[in-house]
C-alpha cells in the first residue's frame, strides 16, 4: 500500500466508498473505515499502520495547504 488510492481499493474491497467532496473529512471517515476493519480483524496489522500512515501524511498536507490559502 503506497497511495491513498491503494486506501480507497482496499475499503472498496469492503464494499466501502467514501466521498464527500471534502478531502480532510474524506481522509478521516477513511481513517475510521480502517481502524473498523483491523478491530475487526479483517485487515492485518501491517496494512492497518500503513494506511493509517498515509491517511495521517495527506491529512496533515492538506491541512497544511488550507493553512496557506488563508
Same mark, same amino acid.
Given at each position: %500500500? /503506497?497511495?491513498?488510492?491503494?486506501?480507497?481499493?482496499?475499503?472498496?474491497?469492503?464494499? $466501502?466508498?467514501? *466521498?464527500?467532496?471534502?478531502? @480532510?473529512?474524506?481522509?478521516?471517515? %477513511? /481513517?475510521?473505515?480502517?481502524?473498523?476493519?483491523?478491530?475487526?480483524?479483517?485487515?492485518? $496489522?501491517?496494512? *492497518?499502520?500503513?494506511?493509517? @500512515?498515509?491517511?495521517?501524511?495527506?491529512?496533515?498536507?492538506?491541512?497544511?495547504?488550507?493553512?496557506?490559502?488563508?
Amino acid at each position: %500500500m /503506497e497511495t491513498i488510492y491503494d486506501i480507497q481499493q482496499l475499503l472498496k474491497r469492503f464494499g $466501502t466508498i467514501i *466521498y464527500t467532496g471534502d478531502r @480532510l473529512a474524506d481522509l478521516e471517515l %477513511m /481513517e475510521a473505515e480502517v481502524k473498523e476493519l483491523y478491530q475487526a480483524q479483517f485487515i492485518e $496489522t501491517n496494512e *492497518y499502520q500503513m494506511a493509517l @500512515l498515509l491517511l495521517r501524511q495527506e491529512a496533515s498536507r492538506v491541512r497544511d495547504k488550507k493553512g496557506e490559502g488563508s
